[in-house]
Structure formats: C-alpha cells, structure tokens
C-alpha cells in the first residue's frame, strides 16, 4: 500500500441520524470509502489521515436504489461505507485541520 493510494481510500465522512447514533453509542465513525477499498487499506488510511488508533473495520456496500424522473426511471450511485471503531481514548474531530 502506497501512501498515494492510502490518501484516495477515504471519500468523505457519513453525517446522517444514524452515523450520529452510532458515533455518540459505539464510538463508531462512518466513511464513504472507494469501490475496492478493502478493511486494511481503510484502517492504515485513517491511522494515516487522523494519527488514532483503529480497533475495527466493517464494511457494507448500500446499493442504489430505483428512482423516476418523470417519467423516467433512474438509479441513484451504490455507495460503499465503512464502520470504523476507534481504540478507548481515541476520536476523530471533523473540526480541526489535517495536516
């Protein structure tokens, strides 16, 4: 794994209901992820990108869902995300700078 790679992996972060519940319960944090991001690309880019120890990783692949446009029928992007468990002690806070 190239640092290059490593810097792509993360998308952004899931800022929903749910990702604030789990966040505030089980000091998880959600990720949108690349398509072919695997569990150890995702933890060594958050070590990385954050300098915190990750406990785990679990990864879900949301699939779009049908829409019509009018009369359209369409189809909203898969999404892939990724649960990511911080060690006890740790957070990931969105307000500071990364450096």
Same mark, same amino acid.
């Given at each position: /794994? ?11 972060? #899931? +800022?929903?209901?749910?990702?604030? /519940? @789990?966040?505030?319960? &089980? =000091?998880? +944090? #959600? ?8 569990? #150890?690309?995702?933890? !060594? !880019? ?5 300098? @915190? &120890?990750?406990?785990?990783?679990? +990864?879900? =692949? &949301?699939?779009?869902? &049908?829409?019509?446009? *009018?009369?359209? /029928? *369409?189809?909203?992007?898969? #999404?892939?995300? !990724?649960?990511?468990? @911080?060690?006890?002690?740790?957070? +990931? =806070? ?6």
């Amino acid at each position: /794994m190239n640092q290059e790679r490593l810097l792509k992996v993360l998308v952004a972060p #899931v +800022i929903s209901e749910k990702s604030t /519940m @789990v966040s505030e319960k &089980q =000091n998880q +944090i #959600v990720f949108a992820v690349i398509p072919d991001a695997t569990k #150890v690309e995702v933890k !060594a !880019a958050v070590e990385l990108l954050f300098k @915190v &120890q990750v406990k785990s990783v679990q +990864i879900l =692949n &949301q699939k779009g869902k &049908q829409k019509r446009y *009018g009369r359209f /029928m *369409g189809k909203r992007n898969d #999404v892939r995300k !990724a649960y990511i468990t @911080v060690a006890p002690g740790s957070e +990931i =806070n969105f307000a500071e700078e990364v450096k």
